[in-house]
Nanobody, 120 residues
């Protein structure tokens, strides 16, 4: 019904930049919020950044380095990651909270995840 497709992960150098994209496809009536989470090996999944309307929220560990943005017309969310650190290495997951056409309620969907590795 709804699919989130992520792209843009890969290998980045310390101090470098990467940009992640996530597009939502399917029977979408409206998207309330989108966000990025990450999970490093042996650790729990954690929030990176969210965007809802004109409001953004960031984890303390990425403030000033990462920027989340959204293209409402394309149902796409981006994560610009600058000043990368080795501790940013993780699988990054896109999340969307949305309403679907013809189905009451609010639903959360996850992308399949994209690997980000920061290493020299």
């Amino acid at each position: 019904q709804v699919q989130l497709v992520e792209s843009g992960g890969g290998l980045g150098q310390p101090g470098g930049s990467l940009r992640l994209s996530c597009a939502a496809y399917g029977s979408i009536f409206t998207i309330y919020a989108m966000g990025w989470y990450r999970q490093a090996p042996g650790k729990q999944r954690e929030l990176v950044a969210t965007i809802s309307g004109g409001s953004t929220n960031y984890a303390d560990s990425v403030k000033g380095r990462f920027t989340i943005s959204r293209d409402n017309a394309e149902n796409t969310v981006y994560l610009q990651m600058n000043s990368l650190k080795p501790e940013d290495t993780a699988v990054y997951y896109c999340n969307a909270s949305l309403a679907q056409g013809g189905r009451p309620g609010r639903y959360a969907y996850w992308g399949q995840g994209t690997q980000v590795t920061v290493s020299s």
